[in-house]
């Protein structure tokens, strides 16, 4: 019976855990002038703008935009866990 109850709690502490990183995300939502650039966070690719992200983690990411013709924008921004987040960036033509 010992056993059984530790197997219980061991299990109640996995769920909980999984609840908690669920809950310690937040959502990301990215517009460009002009749409249609890439979307880097964290060096991976996520899509081209505009992009609407969910699950992200919270806490500070490197966010990047890449688009022919245009210089490359990058910056940090900090998702807020249970917060969606607003991003507009206007992308600078290469000379």
């Known amino acids: ?9 061991l299990l109640g502490l996995s769920v909980l ?3 908690l ?3 310690a995300s ?5 517009a460009t002038e ?3 650039a890439a979307v880097f966070v964290d060096g991976k690719a ?9 699950g992200v983690p919270a806490g500070p990411h490197r966010l990047r935009i890449v688009k022919r013709g245009y210089r490359e924008t ?3 921004v900090k998702v807020v866990a249970g917060e969606p987040q607003w ?3 206007v992308l600078t033509p290469v000379d």
């Open 87 to 89: 991003l507009r960036i």
């Open 46 to 54: 996520l899509g081209v703008s505009p992009l609407h992200v969910t």
């Open 21 to 23: 990183s669920a809950a």
């Open 34 to 36: 002009p749409d249609n």
């Open 74 to 76: 990058a910056q940090t």
């Open 26 to 30: 937040g959502n990301l939502s990215i």
């Open 1 to 9: 019976m010992g056993s059984r109850r530790a197997l219980l709690v």
């Open 17 to 19: 855990s999984l609840a």
